[in-house]
């Protein structure tokens, strides 16, 4: 790896790194997956299939990828099946490499590591500049809805008026934390609409399953065959397509579920903006942005060592202070072994 981006890394770092620690964590606030942790009947499955992992995977994802088609309505050859959506977003860098990218802030560092990595030219939008009848340079823009880490949804009718009056420019919409939100903003109604449309889909936020590495990419033929080009045979393991193939057979997030869970955010969030000294910003869904008097790195080693508990120091979101933490909804209980730590750190 160049040493530039070796440099680079604590810029590129995420939550759910309690294998940096010596501690026992006893609760994960720092991670975006589902609250309720991996779906027992899920975990049967995969544990019913180890013996899969004896033989390759299918060469490129073929029965996973019909699956997605007929489950969103669209063509297989709009479809690409990815090691996560990290390495789809990659693969698009990749396939646009020394283009021009517009990316939102803050938002996943991702979208930029790879942007730099292929030698994109990179300007920066607030989500707050957003607007209808706006012009968009020709090139990539990027925008997370709802958006990581703030948690705020862009309307499917203002992401309409830019896709459609901006035609010079690709927008690539990633949603892997779509289905956590009650708002109906999914594009994927578009896809075979607009050209310059790419969506991004995570199949493990759900179900909890981040380590098992599965998304894929929605858009027009000739781009997602342009990117096919970058995957290399096998890029996702059997145990991985499994766990695809249950989620499409077996959704786990109904409305009863999502409104249950966005109330308890609204609780945790609301009983932490009570303490004093604490600011927590609005959100959609049930991960939030928190600013606190003490700085985010200590914070963070603070409650780990004391308290067994893992936040996510978003220090390195661009435009965020080193004062700012991002936090995801647990159970009941969990939460309010974080409000009681924060009681007494700043009461």
Known sequence: MPVSLISKSSQFAHGNDAYRYCHDIIADFSTNTWYKGPHPELLSCLKGNMSCIANYPELQSESLTAALADNHHLAEDQVLVCNGTAEAIFYIAQSYANASSRIITPTFSEYEHACQVYNHQISYCGAGFLSDGMNTPEGLF????????????????????LIKNNPQTTFVIDEAYADFCIEDMSMIPYIGRFKNLLILKSMTKNYCLPGLRLGYVLGHQAVVSQLSVYRPPWSVNSLALKAGEFALRQPIIDELE?????????????ELAAIPGIEVYPSSTGYFLVKTPMLAAELKQLLVEKYGLLVRDASNFRTLSEYHIRLATLSRDKNDSLITAFKSIFQ
């Open 142 to 161: 990027w925008l997370c809805n709802p958006n990581n880490p703030t948690g705020e949804v862009f309307s499917k009718e203002l992401l309409l008026d």
């Open 258 to 270: 999502l409104l249950t869970y966005l109330s308890l955010s609204k609780t945790f969030r609301t």
